[in-house]
Each structure stands twice: as C-alpha cells, then as structure tokens.
C-alpha cells in the first residue's frame, strides 16, 4: 500500500516537473526580439 | 566651488565626471579620510583641484553633491541653512519626501534643492520628459531600474524588495506589497530581459510631482527568486564593491495625432555611473547658473534645464537607447 502511494507521488511529481519543465523551456520567449530591437539615440546638440 | 560628500562609487564617479567638465575647484568629505584622499590622489592634476576637506568646510561650496547613504536629510538642512545648494542622491522614499520639505528653507536662503538627483530616480525623470516631448499629452509612465551602484545602494536595492511599493493609479497613490506584481521588461544589451517587480522606490513620487497631469505610474526592480525570498531578512552577504552593468527603462504612454503611443526608452550602464554623470550634470548646472528658480526641484521637472542636462549627460559617455518595432 506504502508503495503503491510512493511510486503515485513520484508519478505526480515527475508529471509536474515535466510539463513544468515545457511550459518553461518554451516560455523562455525570444518573441519580443523578433518584435523590435534598441536603437542608439543620438543627441543632435552633440552633433 | 563643488563639494562632494561621500567618496564611495557614486561620489568618485562625480569627481570623474566633474573634471571631464573643466570644473576647476572640487572638494571631497568622506568619513572614512582615507577613501576621500585617495579618491584626490587618484584624479588630482590637469585643470581641476581636488581638495580634502573636513564636513564644515562643505559651508563654503556654492553646491554640494550627497553621495553617501541615506538619510540625506539632516546635512542637506544643515548646508542649506548656509546658503549652500544642495544636490542628493538619495533613493530613499521617506529621505526624499523630508528632502521635499526643505524647499521653503532653501528658497528662504536663496539656495537650490534637487532631490533624487541619481539613475532611478534622477535619470527616469529626465527621459520621461525627453520621451513626452514628442507625445501630444501623457498619462502613463512605468520605470524599471536592473541593477545596483554601490554597497548603499545594494542595501537600499534589498530593503525596496521587502517594504510597499507605491503608485500613482488613477488620481489615487496605491501602496502594494514590494516584490509583487511580475513583469518581463527588456532591457538593451547587454542586460537583456528581466523579471521586474513593484519596489519601493521613490521614482513615482518624485515623477509624479514633475508631470501633475499622469493618470498612472509605477516603478519597479528586477530581482531573482532569491533576491525576494531573502528580501524579508537581513543580507547574509555583504555587498560587492559595485554592482555589474545596470539598466534603466522608462516606458511612457500617450497621445499623439489622436492616436494611442507607447514609447519606450533605456540606458544600459552601471548604476553608479550613470547616478554620478546625473548627479555631476546637475551640480554643474547650478554652479553654471543653469537653475534659476530657489527651492527644491526634481529631475524633469519644466523648471530644470532638461535638455541641456540630457546633452551633458550623453556627452559623458552615457548611450540613451530607445525601442524601434519591426
């Protein structure tokens, strides 16, 4: 019975920590550096 | 004559700063003298006269920078009462509010008083006016600080993790738990993108009382797990001597030509560097008689020479960047 609960536990856990993983790793968005990107402002008085 | 109270990382960068711009009689007070003297050793020479001095010969500056820590309340009172204007650095909420009420004090004794005169605040107010410019009216404004300037400045970074967070929403200032409300917000490189959250930082406030006519504003600081797990106790770890590179990001909102715009723009640098060339700038304005009106200002503010500050200030090296959509 012990067991049966231990291996469900790490069954749960090992889900959660992949899907987990997933969201994560997919959710590491790049998305915005497709969107645009930093220009340098050049200050006209300088010029 | 400038005096520069606090030779640590911010007021060295001022001195840096101050001889870049010819300023030829500086003086420098640090408890610790020996810090205050190697800091003249080390930029001594060329036009600029860098002198030691103990705390009561600060009296007889025409403007004095605050560079140590907060509170920077009782000595900027202290020089004011002798007609010496005064520039802090302060990024303490409470110590910039006190600063605020000594304006009646320094107009009194034909004295000027910038308060937050550092990267955040300080740097945030002046790029929100140079972004609002180009904005038929604004309403929003959202600052995000990465990183930290010296020791002080890592401890205040720490303590505005743990405390309240305040903001201006929609004609009412709304007090958050600090370390709250999560948002990535991207930086310029090399910093990149980061996780900021609500911290109490004194930006709104002070931007705030520069732009009357904002419906909201917020300010926040990147941070790390451990960053807001271990904010709530004490540091462990003593601070490094200085921060790595920092960055700053002010993202206001508005109209213009009837149309909705959000623009943003940044600074990639270290904290300390970019507080210490703003707070040179400003002193530099005062000893320059670029500030006219008596009384305490903040960056920003239509009363400051904005323009010409932001042209000083690119002029000592700091790159303004702003965010082009593809």
Known sequence: MAVKFIRRVLLAVSVAGAVAGVIRFKGKGVGAIKQGGWRKVTDSKQN | MIGIVGAGVVGSRVAETLRLFSQQQICV??????????????????????????????????????????PHFLIAKELLNASVSVVSTSDDIADCLNLLTLSQLAAENNAKLIVGAASSPGMSGLLVRQLAESFDSIDEVHVALHGTGGPACARQHHRALSGQ????????????????????????????AYDCYRGELPDPLLIKRAFPELER??????????????????????????????????????????????????????????????????????????????????????????????????????????????
């Open chain 2, 165 to 192: 967070s305040i903001g201006w929403h929609d004609g009412e200032w709304l007090r958050r738990p600090a370390g709250s409300g999560r948002e990535l917000c991207w930086f310029p490189e090399p910093v990149g």
């Open chain 2, 29 to 70: 007070y640090d408890i610790e003298q020996i810090v205050s003297q190697r800091l003249a050793g080390r930029l001594s020479g060329g036009k600029s006269q860098i002198g030691v001095v103990d705390r009561n010969s600060m009296k007889s500056a025409k403007v004095v920078v605050l560079c140590g820590p907060s």
């Open chain 2, 217 to 326: 504003v917020t300010g926040r600081v990147t941070a790390t797990r451990r960053d807001r797990i271990f904010s709530r106790v004490p540091m462990m770890i003593p601070p490094q001597a200085e921060g790595g590179m920092g960055g700053l990001r002010v993202e206001v909102r508005g109209m213009k030509s009837g149309a909705r715009l959000v623009d943003v723009i940044a600074v990639a640098e270290r904290v300390g560097q970019v507080a210490g060339v703003v707070a040179a700038s400003t002193a530099h304005a005062i000893d320059t008689n670029k500030i006219g009106e008596h009384g305490a200002h903040v960056l920003g503010d239509e009363s400051m020479p904005n323009s010409w500050l932001i042209t000083q200030i690119c002029s000592a090296g700091i790159n303004l960047h702003s965010f082009v959509r593809a």
